[in-house]
């Protein structure tokens, strides 16, 4: 059974930081693409940050420059820090993975349960 942990969340301060991770059991880590989600109100579900199985990375452009997403094989475990925090970073972050019988993060993904990031002035 695979089983995303997400780890992190919280109340935090506009133009702060903030650093989750997640640990994946149930895989094969180190041969999937892992990414985080985020849900914000009244938006859609949005691609934060992806990395692949070799450590490519990609962001969205609203937050390109200010955060990192990384990866620890060793671990399972897969990192997103970001700085410089904006209420509009406010939401439900979700840690993904590729899904079964995949390697990138195409329609289908194993989902984390969630962890609230709440940016307050």
């Known amino acids: 059974q695979v089983q995303l942990v997400e780890h992190g969340g919280g109340l935090m301060q506009a133009e702060g930081s903030l650093r989750l991770s997640c640990v994946a059991s149930g895989l094969l880590f180190n041969l999937k693409a892992m990414g985080w989600y985020r849900q914000t109100p009244g938006k859609q579900r949005e691609l934060v940050a992806g990395i692949t199985r070799d450590s490519t990375t990609d962001y969205a452009d609203s937050v390109k420059g200010r955060c990192t997403i990384s990866r620890d094989n060793a671990k399972n475990t897969v990192y997103l820090e970001m700085n410089n925090l904006k209420l509009e970073d406010t939401g439900v972050y979700y840690c993904?993975?590729?899904?079964?019988?995949?390697?990138?993060?195409?329609?289908?993904?194993?989902w984390g349960q969630g962890t609230q990031v709440t940016v307050s002035s």
């Open positions: 993904v993975a590729a899904g079964p019988g995949e390697v990138e993060l195409g329609r289908s993904k194993y």
